[in-house]
């Protein structure tokens, strides 16, 4: 991949196909941080904010349902104790429980922008439950990815849970798609966790992480 983009980037790139992330800030200091929480509502996540971190979760840099100002303060220094190459912190609104899964993208040398979906969540990598699509991706094609994963039991009710809503991840999926194809310049785009929730009440992006290209790169397709 390219250059990772920076939260506000990723917001406005989002925001192209019509996708929000929770409300949120970015902060320089855990001072800062506690303030912006106030003004969000708790409970709240505050995450890491570097170019040099791709997986947050793994270096420490992600502290969740924070309840009070000074449990974001403390929060954040220590993360900044831990972390080099800090730029400073995302703090976010917390998401309601739901299935966790993953939607992102790739661009292939040859085939161009690839759509995938999975279960999500910091196991995505070891189940490897992840089903690929080339763009443009049809209504036919979303409702195909969805149900094809091993993990599908677990969007459709399983023990008794109520079934997500499989026509909002349905329509994220074709979203997603739409964005990569009209902007070929990304090169990577990785939607983990998306909360999907009960059947009528959609679903949340819960963290984004996006690519673009470097102009040395070439085209996305051959």
Same mark, same amino acid.
């Given at each position: ?131 690929? $699509?080339?763009?443009? @991706?049809?209504? %036919? *094609? =979303?409702?195909?990815?969805? /149900?094809?994963?091993?993990?599908? !039991? ?44 009960? $059947?009528?009440?959609? @679903?949340?992006? %819960? *963290? =984004?992480?996006?690519?673009? /290209?470097?102009?040395?790169?070439? !085209?996305?397709?051959?």
């Amino acid at each position: 991949a390219g250059r990772w983009l920076a939260p506000a980037d990723i917001d406005a790139l989002l925001a192209a196909a019509g996708l929000a992330l929770p409300a949120s800030a970015v902060v320089a200091t855990p001072e800062e941080a506690a303030a912006a929480a106030e003004r969000i509502g708790f409970p709240v996540a505050a995450k890491v904010v570097s170019a040099a971190v791709v997986h947050k979760t793994d270096v420490g840099g992600v502290a969740l349902d924070l309840a009070g100002a000074e449990q974001v303060r403390a929060a954040c220094a220590g993360m900044a104790s831990r972390i080099h190459a800090l730029e400073g912190f995302l703090v976010q609104a917390m998401v309601p429980p739901g299935v966790e899964v993953m939607v992102g993208s790739t661009a292939d040398a040859t085939f161009g922008p690839l759509v995938g979906f999975g279960l999500g969540g910091t196991a995505v990598e070891v189940l490897r439950d992840t089903v690929f $699509r080339l763009t443009p @991706l049809t209504d %036919v *094609d =979303a409702n195909a990815m969805v /149900r094809e994963i091993r993990g599908f !039991p677990l969007l459709d009710g399983h023990r008794g849970a109520p079934p997500a809503d499989l026509a909002a991840l349905e329509e994220l999926l074709q979203r997603v798609a739409w964005l990569v194809d009209v902007v070929p310049e990304i090169a990577e785009m990785d939607l983990n966790p998306v909360r999907v929730f009960e $059947r009528g009440r959609g @679903l949340a992006l %819960v *963290d =984004a992480r996006i690519a673009l /290209r470097d102009a040395e790169d070439g !085209p996305a397709s051959a």
